[in-house]
Structures are given as structure tokens and as C-alpha cells.
């Protein structure tokens, strides 16, 4: 994720951290390239393009502006819901931190914080398609089994089992232990939602659609502007591609938050903040640095 203050309007005109244009690029030079070669043939056969037009192109780029906005709206809910689902999750692992104070058992404590923390990484790992036992064994108070398929929901199963213990000998009070099964429904509902984010993606006939439209558009526009603006078309045509493709592919980014792009959501430094947080509330001095931004770029 781009973390950085409000760039100045040079910053603006040449940042490229963060910006979509290093994946557009291409396309929208083979397209700059191809109205500078539509604009010579107009020039050398000006007869050939004394009938086309620019009404359709006008209704067409209307109609692609709005299905864009359209699909971009439902790729940034798609991103913020994932980072709600994450801050829901950071939420309640503090909450467990509170509430887990009453143990007198501080081994007891300890494991399920650290199992907590193991959670975390391998929910972490279990949305980036890492491997998850390697993300989390090390907090782990004892291993799952070798049959599990759903790392951070066994863990989740494993604290509940803990609690449960502890509510059993009389450690913890039937309200306390209520407290905590609602804290742990609620980590459930964020990794189902993170989950559900994580493995369904818009429809693909949805953005096929806009994929062959856009470049359609984008093709056809200088037969349309070669008469009437001559040699400044191929500008215009660069204008337009780095806006249609760039906001094709801002879509493709969001749409899945959780990857490694510049724009998808920092998991590490958040899973980073919830691994310092559990070991100062055992009693750690030596806390993991926090993860900063590296050129901008907070992973």
C-alpha cells in the first residue's frame, strides 16, 4: 500500500511509485505509435477518412466511462471490505489480550496469545497462497494435525478448546468465556470474509467486456480525430488509452487486495503490529520493529 503525504503537483506530473502507468506502458505506446501511422496515411489519402465520424465514439466513450466507474466502485469495495475484514481481526485480537488478564496461569495465557499471533500468520499466508504451517509454527503451542486444510480455523478451534479448559477449572467466569467465544466468532466472520474476497472474483464475461471495449476504443479513436486534428492526435490518443487502461488495471489491483502489488493492503505490517502487541502483553522488552514504508511502499 502507497503511504506518503499529498504529493505537490511535481510530484504528481513524475511520480511513478505507485502509479499505474509502469503496467500500461506498452499499451499505450502501441497504440500512440499506431495513431501517428493512422494520421500519415490521412495525410498521404485524405479521401479515405472524409466519411468517418466522431458521433459514435462520442456515445461510446460515455457508456465505457460509466461501466468503468462502475466495475472500479465494485473492485474498491472488494479492498475496503478486505481492510475492514483485517481491522475486525486486530480489533478483537486486542480485546483477547484484555480479557485473557484475569489468567493466573500465565502458560496457559501465553499459548493462546501465541496461538492467537500464529493465526494471524497463517491467515496471512493462507491469502497470499503461502505456505501456512511454515508462516506460523514457530508461535504455535503444539502443532495441528498433518490432515488439516484450514490452518487459521484449526488454530481458532485450538484457542476455543483452551478457553474452554480454562473456563472448566473455574480460571475463567461463564461471562468472561462468553466474551471470548464472541471474540473469536468475530475473527471467524473477518477470515470468512477475507476468504470469500480471496475466492471470488468479479465475473469474468464482466471483465472481458471491459478488457475488448477498452481496447476497441481505443484502437478506432484516431480514425475518428485524424481529419479534424491532424498531428495532434496521437497526444490525444495517448491521453485517452493511459486513462481507460489505467483504470482497467487499477480494477485488476484491487480486485484482489491481498497479493503483493503496490496498491494491495499491507498484510505483513498488519500481522507485524498484532505479533508486537501479544509480546508486549507477555512481558517481551524486545519487541520486532514496526514495518515502515520502503519508497513509499508499506508491504
Known amino acids: 500500500m502507497i503511504v506518503r503525504s499529498k504529493p505537490n503537483l511535481i510530484s504528481v506530473l513524475i511520480s511513478l511509485k505507485g502509479s499505474i502507468a509502469k503496467r500500461i506502458a506498452l499499451r499505450s505506446l502501441l497504440v500512440t505509435l499506431l495513431a501517428s501511422a493512422i494520421v500519415l496515411i490521412e495525410t498521404l489519402h485524405p479521401a479515405y477518412f472524409s466519411k468517418v465520424n466522431a458521433t459514435p465514439f462520442t456515445l461510446l466513450g ?123 466468532a468475530a475473527i471467524t466472520g473477518a477470515q470468512s470474509t477475507c476468504e470469500r474476497i480471496k475466492a471470488t472474483p468479479l465475473p469474468f464475461p464482466y471483465t472481458l467486456l471491459l478488457h475488448r471495449t477498452s481496447y476497441m476504443f481505443c484502437i478506432l479513436l484516431p480514425f475518428a480525430m485524424a ?14 488509452s493511459y486513462t481507460f487502461f489505467g483504470l482497467d488495471a487499477i480494477g485488476d489491483e484491487l480486485e484482489d487486495p491481498f497479493g503483493h502489488d503496490e496498491n494491495d493492503l499491507p498484510l505483513s505490517a498488519i500481522v507485524r503490529n498484532i505479533e508486537r502487541e501479544i509480546l508486549e502483553a507477555l512481558g517481551a522488552t524486545e519487541l520486532p520493529p514496526a514495518l515502515e514504508p520502503v519508497d513509499y511502499v508499506l508491504s
Open 62 to 184: 460515455l457508456s465505457l466511462s460509466i461501466f468503468m466507474s462502475f466495475r472500479n466502485n465494485a473492485c474498491y469495495d472488494r479492498w475496503y471490505e478486505a481492510r475492514k475484514a483485517l481491522g475486525t481481526v486486530v480489533t478483537e485480537v486486542r480485546s483477547m489480550i484484555r480479557e485473557t488478564q484475569v489468567l493466573e496461569d500465565t502458560r496457559a495465557r501465553s499459548a493462546i496469545l501465541r496461538d492467537l499471533c500464529g493465526f494471524a500468520h497463517a491467515l496471512k499466508a493462507r491469502l497470499r497462497r503461502e505456505d501456512e504451517l511454515s508462516a506460523a509454527e514457530t508461535w504455535l503451542s503444539q502443532l495441528p494435525p498433518a490432515s488439516t486444510s484450514n490452518l487459521p480455523d484449526s488454530l481458532l478451534r485450538q484457542i476455543a478448546r483452551q478457553c474452554s479448559d480454562q473456563a472448566q477449572a473455574g480460571r475463567l467466569s461463564e461471562w468472561r468465556y462468553l466474551l471470548l467465544a464472541n471474540q473469536l
Open 227 to 240: 481529419e479534424p486534428l491532424g498531428w495532434l492526435t496521437p497526444i490525444f490518443t495517448a491521453i485517452v
